[in-house]
């Protein structure tokens, strides 16, 4: 019987035979169901498309495509591998290694992608070469390539511990090489280039169609993307934890959706192709372009404080410099929620010294808005000045002194109390205990330089303000990253 093994090749195979005959359950179909099945298979893989594709996935002995193979052998071959399950008789002792029912063939790597070839006796026990797997599971693993893409040369699929979204993916994919079972020419399909990139994009298109409720995104997700061709056979997994799915499918709220929106556009890096130079940018496509949000959603957690530097602050310094040209301001952009919930609910750091950074941050906003202090803004966003013999952090700390020195000269001028923008418990607990998360004092400026640019943003402080950022050079910031 039919099912799902929690092994992504199987469950991908299984997926698309489901979507095949539009059933949820692979319990229902019948042999002579698989049987139809296995001769669409059939039909599938000789067309000029598969029949490329299938050689780095099954190598060039397959009997799908093996040119040397006699068509008498090519049967038997094709008989055993795609309709087992008619043969009652067959009698072996073995337990399929995939399902654990009984096991009717030795598979091999033209069976089974990443698998050693005949004759090899590495990693067996016994001299017992090759894979026991029952008729079920081997005419899932060879549906599965019709769940899955090509890019950049490899095979390309998803595998969810929501066996929901395993379908969706395998479903899509399916659509897709429908299409490309129709072209005469293999150069004419569409092969993917970004695997990470065109994961996200169609996470996101599979998420529009499950709108209801109770779909919501659950556990992690790993896309796969292999070879099995020649010497070379390899294999690459990107893995999506939980934490990082769920933030994923939070950001595509109402309220976070601009924000996201707007991290998306930036995230494109469309290079225009030769004639295409004078025209206006290229529309982005996630089959040929590559956008360095999605690929760097795979680095979260561990990557928290790097995602947040490339992805909201340069995004939130482009708004800024737009804002001082006089472009409108766009008050819907959630930056700072947004870094609330990287670095609380994806990197984990305590929410009380998320909740003193943005009150730091609060007071510096008071602070430049009473003042205009544009050179306290300008040397707290540059960091540091390199021709001075001081380190980077001596600098900042300087400058934090500083400030507060000068607001003490100021308020005893006027004969007022002073309102110090920095107490010693924000300094240390804003800039000096970043150490579980791996970072440091930096992480805690990068906060709160967003949280204070945010909010100057949205009150147009930074047209009326042009000086505060006329020596920075956001372009060299940007290579920083
Ligand atoms: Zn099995």
């Not at 780095?56 to 068509?71: C, D, G, H, R, W």
């Not at 050693?116 to 001299?127: A, K, W």
């Not at 340069?314 to 990287?342: A, C, F, H």
């Not at 990197?347 to 950074?357: C, F």
Request: proline share 4%; glycine share 4%.
């Amino acid at each position: 019987m039919l099912q799902f093994t929690d092994h992504p090749m199987v469950d991908v195979g299984v997926a698309v035979i489901l979507d095949h005959f539009e059933t949820e359950h692979p319990a229902v179909l019948t042999d002579s169901q698989l049987k139809a099945f296995a001769e669409y298979l059939e039909r599938a893989y000789q067309t000029p498309y598969f029949a490329s594709y299938l050689s780095v996935l099954f190598t060039q002995n397959s009997a799908y495509i093996n040119p040397t193979m006699k068509e008498e052998n090519r049967r038997q071959e094709l008989d055993k591998v795609l309709y087992g399950y008619l043969d009652k008789q067959a009698e072996n002792p073995y337990s399929c290694v995939f399902c654990g029912k009984p096991a009717r063939f030795r598979a091999f790597r033209q069976h089974i992608p990443l698998i050693t070839g005949v004759g090899i006796i590495n990693f067996f026990p016994s001299r017992r070469v090759g894979v026991e797997i029952c008729p079920y599971c081997l005419l899932a693993i060879q549906a599965f390539p019709l769940g899955s893409l090509k890019v950049a040369g490899r095979t390309f699929f998803v595998h969810a511990d929501d066996v929901e979204l395993i379908r969706k993916f395998a479903r899509k994919f399916k659509q897709r090489n429908e299409q490309n079972l129709l072209l005469q020419d293999v150069k004419g399909g569409i092969d993917g280039k970004y695997a990470k990139t065109l994961f996200l994009d169609q996470l996101l298109e599979v998420q529009k169609d499950r709108r209801r409720p109770a779909s919501h995104l659950a556990g992690s997700i790993t896309v796969y993307h292999l070879t099995n061709y020649g010497t070379n056979a390899d294999i690459e997994m990107y893995h999506l934890p939980s934490q990082v799915v769920t933030l994923i499918e939070e950001l595509q709220t109402a309220s976070y959706l601009p924000t996201w929106n707007q991290m998306v556009r930036d995230g494109w890096r469309v290079i225009p192709s030769g004639k295409k130079k004078q025209m206006d940018e290229e529309e982005p496509n996630a089959f040929f372009h590559k956008n360095e949000l999605y690929e760097d959603l795979f680095g979260l957690p561990e990557n928290f404080r790097d995602f947040i530097r490339k992805h909201i602050l340069v995004g939130m310094e482009k708004r800024v410099n737009q804002s001082r040209k006089g472009e409108p301001i766009t008050d819907e952009l959630r930056y700072w929620e947004v870094t609330e919930r990287i670095v609380g609910g994806v990197a984990q750091v305590n929410l009380d010294r998320v909740e003193q950074t943005r009150k730091l941050a609060d007071k510096i906003v008071d602070y430049l808005k009473a003042s205009n202090d544009h050179r306290f803004y300008r040397q707290f966003f540059n960091g540091s000045d390199r021709n001075s013999h001081r380190s980077e952090y001596e600098q900042f700390r300087n400058l934090i002194i500083k400030t507060n020195d000068k607001v003490i000269r100021e308020a005893k001028k006027s004969g007022k109390a002073p309102e110090l923008p920095f107490t010693f418990d924000d300094f240390i607990q804003v800039f000096e205990q970043w150490d579980e998360t791996g970072s440091d004092w930096r992480l805690g400026r990068d906060l709160v330089l967003l949280r204070v640019m945010e909010r100057l943003y949205k009150e147009n402080w930074f047209y009326q303000n042009p000086e505060a950022i006329h020596n920075v050079d956001s372009e060299q910031r940007e290579e920083l990253v």
